[in-house]
């Protein structure tokens, strides 16, 4: 078992910047890559970023790349994501996630481990 725990997630206005952290525990969890999803009121769960835990390779959806970041601290077992210049379009319940497929767009389906989600709401 995998456990995912993500924190940081609160209400800020257009244009600021937010810190996410999603601390593992676990066994194996090294072996897995670690990903962000979000997931707006009556929308599916959107990819948004992925890393392997080694921090060499990253991909981000389009729509956020250039504004957020996916990191990983190996000596803390965390994995965070820098969002900045955040749009209301942004405002979403963001998730957490260990998956086995490649380091590219991850699809929901081969999530092995998810977290419980942090709220993160973005005001105009």
């Known amino acids: 078992q995998v456990q995912l725990v993500e924190s940081g997630g609160q209400v800020v206005q257009a244009g600021d910047s937010l810190s996410l952290s999603c601390a593992a525990s676990g066994r194996s969890f090294s072996n897995y890559a670690m990903a962000w999803f979000r997931q707006a009121p009556g929308k599916e769960r959107e990819f948004v970023a992925t890393i392997t835990w080694n921090g060499v390779f990253t991909y981000y959806s389009d729509s956020v790349k250039g504004r957020f970041t996916i990191s990983s601290d190996n000596a803390k077992n965390t994995v965070y994501l820098q969002m900045n210049s955040l749009k209301p379009e942004d405002t979403a319940v963001y998730y957490c996630?260990?998956?086995?497929?490649?380091?590219?767009?991850?699809?929901?389906?081969?999530?092995?481990?998810w977290g419980q989600g942090t709220q993160v709401t973005v005001s105009s």
């Open positions: 996630a260990a998956h086995t497929g490649p380091v590219g767009f991850v699809r929901p389906t081969i999530v092995r481990y």
